[in-house]
């Protein structure tokens, strides 16, 4: 069993950096790849990005290529997501999750969620 906790997320102007981490307990996640999900006000789930187990292989969704970076704390049992340059349209619940399976950018392939932290970008 794997609890995840979200946390650094809160207002900030377009054009601006938040950090979101992500804490395990329970059970560490060194072996189990990872990804940030994002959920805006009546939209779908969508895939953000993803880390393998290692941490050494990364994957972003093209709206966030260039500007988020995620990163793989193993030996702290921690993730994050370094977000910059955010846009209005980023404003959203993030979910960090995990598999015990196949890295994904389906959230149906992730088997444990954290609670979600609210992130909101000003026009």
């Known amino acids: 069993q794997v609890q995840l906790v979200e946390s650094g997320g809160g207002l900030v102007q377009a054009g601006g950096s938040l950090r979101l981490s992500c804490a395990a307990s329970g059970r560490t996640f060194s072996g189990y790849a990872m990804a940030w999900f994002r959920q805006a006000r009546g939209k779908e789930r969508e895939y953000v990005a993803a880390?393998?187990?290692?941490?050494?292989?990364?994957y972003y969704a093209d709206s966030v290529k260039g500007r988020f970076a995620i990163s793989k704390d193993n030996a702290k049992n921690r993730a994050q997501l370094q977000m910059n340059s955010l846009k209005p349209e980023d404003t959203a619940v993030y979910y960090c999750a995990v598999t015990i399976r196949s890295i994904s950018s389906d959230f149906r392939s992730y088997d444990y969620w954290g609670q979600g932290t609210q992130v909101t970008v000003s026009s």
């Open positions: 880390i393998s187990a290692s941490g050494l292989s990364t």
